[in-house]
C-alpha cells in the first residue's frame, strides 16, 4: 500500500513550456486535491475532485488544469508555465466527506516545479 | 477566501519544554486538522478534531477545537529535538456530499535552540 504517489518529484521548465504532474493513490479514496506550497504562504488548493468525473477551482486554479482520469489518478496540467508557478506540488486524497466525521487526507510527497 | 491566522510564526525550543500554538479563522469550520512537516516530505496528520469543545491528545500533543469553531491550539508537551519542522493548522468545513479542500495556515517553524 503506497498511499499517495506523485511522479515527478523535481522538475524544471523554461517559460512557456508545458508538463503534466501525475498523482495516483492505491487506498480507494473517493476525492483527490491539487495544492501548491509557497514560502511563507502555506498550503493553497489549486483545483479538487470530489468524485470520478467531476473537478472544481479551488483558491488558485489560473494557469492550471485537471482531468481525474479514473478513481486513483488526478493529474495537474500546466499549459504555458510561467516563474510565478515555481513551487511546491503536493496532491492529497481523502476516502470520503459527508456528515459522518470525514477521513483525513494524505498528502503525497510533492514535487518540486522551477520554472526559468 | 478564508483566512488563518496561525501564530507564532516561528520559535526556539529547548528540549524538555513545552511548546503551544494556535490558530484563528474569519469564518467557522466543522473540522481542525494539525500537520507536521519535514524537510522535503508531505504533510502528515497529527491530530483531528471534529466537534467543538473537543480535546484530543496523541502522545505528548494535545490540540482543542475552539468553542466559537474560529479557533484552534496545540500543545506540545517536554519536547524532543525530533519535534523540529513546521507545524501547520487547517481547517474544513465539511458538508453532505461536499468534498471541499483544506484552508491552511503559515505554518509555525519550531527551531532548536542551540
Known amino acids: 500500500n503506497a498511499g499517495v504517489t506523485q511522479t515527478p518529484k523535481f522538475q524544471v521548465l523554461k517559460t512557456g513550456q508545458s508538463m503534466t504532474l501525475q498523482c495516483a493513490q492505491d487506498?480507494?479514496?473517493?476525492?483527490m486535491y491539487w495544492y501548491r506550497q509557497d514560502p511563507g504562504m502555506g498550503l493553497r488548493l489549486i483545483y479538487y475532485?470530489?468524485?470520478?468525473?467531476?473537478?472544481d477551482k479551488g483558491e488558485v486554479p489560473n494557469g492550471y488544469n485537471v482531468s481525474r482520469l479514473n478513481k486513483r489518478e488526478f493529474s495537474l496540467r500546466l499549459e504555458s508555465a510561467a516563474p510565478s508557478q515555481t513551487s511546491v506540488y503536493f496532491c492529497?486524497?481523502?476516502?470520503?466527506?459527508?456528515?459522518?466525521?470525514?477521513?483525513?487526507?494524505?498528502f503525497g510527497p510533492g514535487t518540486r516545479l522551477t520554472v526559468l | 477566501g478564508q483566512q488563518l491566522n496561525q501564530s507564532p510564526q516561528s520559535m526556539f525550543i529547548q528540549e524538555g519544554e513545552d511548546v503551544s500554538m494556535n490558530c484563528t479563522s474569519s469564518?467557522?469550520?466543522?473540522?481542525w486538522l494539525w500537520y507536521k512537516q519535514d524537510p522535503g516530505e508531505g504533510p502528515v496528520l497529527l491530530i483531528a478534531?471534529?466537534?467543538?469543545?473537543e480535546l484530543t491528545s496523541n502522545g505528548r500533543l494535545t490540540a482543542q477545537f475552539g468553542i466559537t469553531r474560529k479557533d484552534s491550539f496545540l500543545n506540545i508537551s517536554a519536547s524532543i529535538p525530533s519535534d523540529v519542522g513546521i507545524y501547520f493548522c487547517?481547517?474544513?468545513?465539511?458538508?453532505?456530499?461536499?468534498?471541499?479542500?483544506?484552508?491552511f495556515g503559515k505554518g509555525t517553524h519550531l527551531i532548536l535552540q542551540p
Open positions: 469564518s467557522i469550520f466543522n473540522t
Open positions: 487506498m480507494n479514496h473517493n476525492s
Open positions: 478534531l471534529y466537534k467543538a469543545g
Open positions: 475532485s470530489a468524485s470520478e468525473g467531476t473537478t
Open positions: 487547517a481547517g474544513a468545513m465539511y458538508s453532505g456530499g461536499g468534498a471541499d479542500g483544506l484552508t
Open positions: 492529497a486524497s481523502i476516502r470520503v466527506a459527508g456528515d459522518i466525521p470525514p477521513d483525513t487526507q494524505y
